[in-house]
């Protein structure tokens, strides 16, 4: 089962409205990176445990691999590769179709703030495998809630 993960909103919150989030720190600092800290560290391990191959789905690219995965102890993994062309508006967002071409058949889960329903019914047409399309509350970010969800999901949608 493959598990696609955003960064922006997913793992760093933004756009709460007091603006206020809990700062995590760890040994090393945030390598740079001022809203690293805005990122439990613990959710490596929540999403290890839910056992999938877990793939960045996110603008941050392999940067994600040298800055976000370290933060959360995961190990180097793959990065979806985005097409380099500009194409016209969609109703779906812009991941959409590069995900489902990335999956080939294979269930996923895709974890993102911007997910709608859209999305859904053009995975639902074009994808024959299961698939969540999970929406996380960019306010803040993944919370023990959407890990239910993820796992509840994953129990009812066991991977061979």
């Not at 392999?62 to 380099?84: E, F, S, T, Y």
């Not at 109703?91 to 058949?105: D, N, S, Y």
Request: hydrophobic share 45%; charged share 25%; with cysteine.
């Amino acid at each position: 089962m493959l598990l696609f993960l955003d960064i922006d909103g997913p793992l760093i919150p933004f756009g709460a409205p007091d603006a206020t989030y809990p700062e995590f720190e760890r040994g090393g600092g945030t390598a740079g990176h001022p809203l690293l800290g805005r990122v439990d560290p613990a959710l490596g391990a929540r999403l290890m445990e839910l056992g999938c191959e877990l793939v960045w789905a996110s603008t941050w690219m392999d940067d994600a691999n040298a800055v976000v995965g370290p933060w959360l102890g995961l190990p180097r993994l793959p990065v979806v590769p985005w097409p380099d062309e500009d194409e016209p508006p969609a109703l779906i967002h812009w991941k959409t179709r590069p995900l489902v071409e990335f999956a080939a058949g294979r269930p996923f889960i895709w974890i993102d703030d911007e997910i709608t329903e859209a999305d859904r019914a053009y995975v639902a047409v074009h994808h024959p495998a299961p698939a969540l399309l999970h929406r996380v509350d960019h306010d803040y970010g993944l919370t023990p809630a959407d890990f239910t969800t993820l796992r509840e999901w994953l129990d009812r949608n066991p991977s061979d």
